[in-house]
């Protein structure tokens, strides 16, 4: 994994207002951004030992990594569109 550093370049600054705008929370207290990448199979593990809990937090975590990943795929093509991207 690797981390993007606050306002590293403008597609990370426009991804990380969004998240701002979206969580109401300013972007000088969020974390920098984190990259992860799992092979076939692989999943992040959660730690919770409360079983009801843990699935909150899974389906939580599900909606807004889905959002997050909708959000950054808008993102790429609007760079792409723009000539900034691979391609």
């Known amino acids: 994994g690797t981390f993007l550093k606050r306002y590293q370049d403008a597609v990370v600054e426009r991804v990380e207002n969004k998240?701002?705008?979206?969580?109401?929370?300013p972007v000088s207290h969020q974390?920098?951004?984190?990259?992860?990448?799992?092979?076939?199979?692989?999943?992040?593990?959660?730690?919770?030992?409360?079983?009801v809990a843990g699935v909150r937090v899974r389906?939580?975590?599900?909606?807004?990594w889905e959002a997050v990943g909708k959000m950054l795929q808008e993102e790429g093509?609007?760079?792409?569109?723009?000539?900034?991207?691979?391609g």
Request: hydrophobic share 35%; proline share 5%; net charge negative.
């Open 59 to 64: 389906q939580l975590r599900r909606s807004c």
């Open 77 to 86: 093509e609007r760079t792409e569109a723009a000539g900034n991207g691979p």
């Open 19 to 25: 998240v701002a705008a979206w969580t109401q929370v």
């Open 31 to 51: 974390e920098d951004i984190q990259v992860l990448r799992y092979g076939i199979g692989q999943m992040h593990a959660d730690t919770l030992k409360d079983p």
